[in-house]
C-alpha cells in the first residue's frame, strides 16, 4: 500500500553536493517516520537520518552531521536529504524508509522499517 521511490543519486566528486528525494505515496498514519539508509559494498545497512512526519524532530548518524540534513515538504509527500560535503566514504546504495507507529526516534534499525524504495546510488570519488 505504501511505495517510496528515491531519485537523485549520482557521481560527484568529494565535496560536492547532492539532494536525494523520497516521495511517499499510501497511507501512513500519524505516527509514522521516514528514515534513510545506507549500503556499501561489505558493510551493514546503516542509518543515515530520520524525521518523524507529524513533529518534524530528525534524527542524524555521527557520520553525517553538520554534512547531511533531513527535511520533509509542507504535504509530507516528499522526503529530503540534502547532502553536503560528501567524502568517497559516503560512496553508497541510498534507501529512503518507512515505518508507522513511530513514537519515538531513540533509534533507527532498518528491522523496523517495513516499507523500503529501491534505492538510489551515491558515488563520491577523491
Known amino acids: 500500500q505504501v511505495q517510496l521511490v528515491e531519485s537523485g543519486g549520482g557521481s560527484v566528486q568529494t565535496g560536492e553536493s547532492l539532494r536525494l528525494s523520497c516521495v511517499v505515496s499510501?497511507?501512513?498514519?500519524?505516527?509514522?517516520?521516514v528514515a534513510w539508509f545506507r549500503q556499501s559494498p561489505g558493510k551493514e545497512r546503516e542509518a543515515v537520518a530520520a524525521?518523524?512526519?507529524?513533529?518534524?524532530?530528525?534524527y542524524n548518524a555521527d557520520s553525517v552531521k553538520g554534512r547531511f540534513t533531513i527535511s520533509q515538504d509542507n504535504a509530507k509527500v516528499t522526503v529530503y536529504l540534502q547532502m553536503n560535503n560528501l567524502k568517497p566514504e559516503d560512496t553508497a546504495l541510498y534507501y529512503c524508509?518507512?515505518?508507522?507507529?513511530?513514537?519515538?526516534?531513540?533509534?533507527?534499525?532498518?528491522?523496523?522499517?517495513?516499507?523500503w524504495g529501491q534505492g538510489t546510488q551515491v558515488t563520491v570519488s577523491s
Open positions: 524508509a518507512a515505518r508507522q507507529f513511530c513514537y519515538v526516534l531513540d533509534s533507527v534499525l532498518p528491522t523496523r522499517y517495513a516499507y
Open positions: 499510501g497511507t501512513l498514519d500519524s505516527k509514522s517516520c
Open positions: 524525521i518523524k512526519t507529524n513533529t518534524g524532530a530528525t
